[in-house]
């Protein structure tokens, strides 16, 4: 069953720093791209970043760029998203989610159940 | 970037009813848009993909279609499961920006 786990998530205060985790499971987890998204409290949902499966191609959403780097560790099958000088506007939950490609598209199909950031003083 | 727009925003409807949901992309996506469910406190799944392709486990009520710029999700003979928000993602270039979401409640 495919599991991914998200972790690190915590209340902190403007300009601070949080690195969150996703620790995957029963899948190979070297072989599937990955996507953080987000969804601040009440909202929608928001992309945030991508990385491939060696981690050699990121990408990060206008809002986050310059402030979080998305990486990897295959041999620990985990996902990371580090984030500085956070901002009010940061606050919400951080999914992990597998992303796939089925035929020629590319879709999330496995997510985690999340981790709530509070950017607050 | 590619802007996605829903509608309607929320919509209220009873077991049984059929409902339609529309998504548009503000360029030329092909058939890359893909539709997830979120019930609350829940994480988003995955329903359909490729603008018509349900995702396994999906029961047939739930179809997609569209093309180009417009998409529609279409939920016929609602069920109690049913009730949630759904949002359109599109996967043609990144970021795969999600639309805002359609709510859909129980009348």
């Known amino acids: 069953e495919v599991q991914l786990v998200e972790s690190g998530g915590g209340l902190v205060r403007p300009g601070g720093s949080l690195r969150l985790s996703c620790a995957a499971s029963g899948f190979s987890f070297r072989d599937y791209e990955m996507t953080w998204v987000r969804q601040a409290p009440g909202k929608g949902l928001e992309w945030v970043s991508y990385?491939?499966?060696?981690?050699?191609?990121?990408y990060y959403a206008d809002s986050v760029k310059g402030r979080f780097t998305i990486s990897r560790d295959n041999a620990k099958d985990s996902l990371y998203l580090q984030m500085h000088s956070l901002r009010a506007e940061d606050t919400a939950v951080y999914y992990c989610?597998?992303?796939?490609?089925?035929?020629?598209?590319?879709?999330?199909?496995?997510w985690g159940q999340g981790t709530l950031v509070t950017v607050s003083s | 970037d590619i802007q996605m727009t829903q509608s309607p925003s929320s919509l209220a409807a009873s077991v049984g009813d059929g409902v339609t949901i529309t998504c548009r992309a503000s360029?030329?996506?092909?058939?890359?848009l893909n539709w997830y469910q979120q019930k609350p406190g829940k994480a988003p799944e995955l329903l359909i993909f490729?603008?018509?392709n349900v995702q396994r486990g999906v029961p047939s009520r739930v179809r997609g279609s569209g093309s180009g710029t417009d998409f529609t999700l279409t939920i016929s003979s609602l069920q109690p499961e049913d009730f949630a928000t759904y949002y359109c993602q599109e996967s043609y270039s990144i970021p795969y920006t999600f639309g805002q979401g359609t709510r859909l409640e129980i009348k």
């Open positions: 989610a597998r992303e796939v490609q089925l035929g020629e598209w590319e879709v999330l199909d496995n």
């Open positions: 490729a603008a018509s």
């Open positions: 990385i491939s499966k060696s981690g050699s191609s990121v």
């Open positions: 360029q030329n996506i092909e058939r890359n």
